[in-house]
T-cell receptor
Framework: GAGVSQTPSNKVTEKGKYVELRCDPISGHTALYWYRQSLGQGPEFLIY????????DSGLPNDRFFAVRPEGSVSTLKIQRTERGDSAVYLCASSPGGGPSGANVLTFGAGSRLTVL | AQSVSQHNHHVILSEAASLELGCNYS??????LFWYVQYPGQHLQLLLK??????LVKGIKGFEAEFIKSKFSFNLRKPSVQWSDTAEYFC??????????????FGTGTQLKVEL
């Protein structure tokens, strides 16, 4: 597509529930990233995919968070047993490639706002 | 771990005033530097970037930034702001030696309000 698409744009859930957030990157972009932005903070890195594999998942806060990208395009971020502290805007970004120099520009989506009651 | 500091959290300027937003990073190695902007109701967009070469980089809408390696800084400037520059500005850094990808570390952002 023309840009990075994220759904849903807003999600309200109850504590303890399971949530899935979807990201559709720019067509042809091999690298895909998930970030989390809490109120008053900058985006915080969660995980990065190069193709189908997670190249760096060091930002995932705990094992309740998991992400997949089975066909190297669309990605889903999955959060189990949600907690109130998970409330944030979850941003997805993509880039043409994740070259070794890091000299790639990320294009961000509009984000999915998650509210855990 | 690297970190990014943006010292000005809120800035209010009148139209035509000059702007400088500070950005300092902690990592001492080779870095790539970025400024992203988020206009009200819109998503993050790239304003400008520095990878190598001339340390003074020019971006969209008349913005520029200067990389000063000795000061670990990448301050954003604009000589004359417009009301439409009202937005939140984020400085970001990645470390070229991480072996790939773009694990950007962002600052906390600066909220700029330009008054008519």
């Amino acid at each position: 597509g023309a840009g990075v698409s994220q759904t849903p744009s807003n999600k309200v859930t109850e504590k303890g529930k399971y949530v899935e957030l979807r990201c559709d990157p720019i067509s042809g972009h091999t690298a895909l990233y998930w970030y989390r932005q809490s109120l008053g903070q900058g985006p915080e890195f969660l995980i990065y995919f190069q193709g189908t594999g997670a190249a760096d998942d060091s930002g995932l806060p705990n094992d309740r968070f998991f992400a997949v990208r089975p066909e190297g395009s669309v990605s889903t971020l999955k959060i189990q047993r949600t907690e109130r502290g998970d409330s944030a805007v979850y941003l997805c970004a993509s880039s043409p490639g994740g070259g070794p120099s890091g000299a790639n520009v990320l294009t961000f989506g509009a984000g999915s706002r998650l509210t855990v009651l | 771990a690297q970190s990014v500091s943006q010292h000005n959290h809120h800035v209010i300027l009148s139209e035509a005033a000059s702007l400088e937003l500070g950005c300092n990073y902690s990592y001492g190695g080779t870095v790539n530097l970025f400024w992203y902007v988020q206009y009200p109701g819109q998503h993050l967009q790239l304003l400008l970037k520095y990878f190598s070469g001339d340390p003074l980089v020019k971006g969209i809408k008349g913005f520029e930034a200067e990389f000063i390696k000795s000061k670990f800084s990448f301050n954003l400037r604009k000589p004359s702001v417009q009301w439409s520059d009202t937005a939140e500005y984020f400085c970001a850094v990645n470390n070229r030696l991480t072996g790939g990808g773009n694990k950007l570390t962002f600052g906390t952002g600066t909220q700029l309000k330009v008054e008519l």
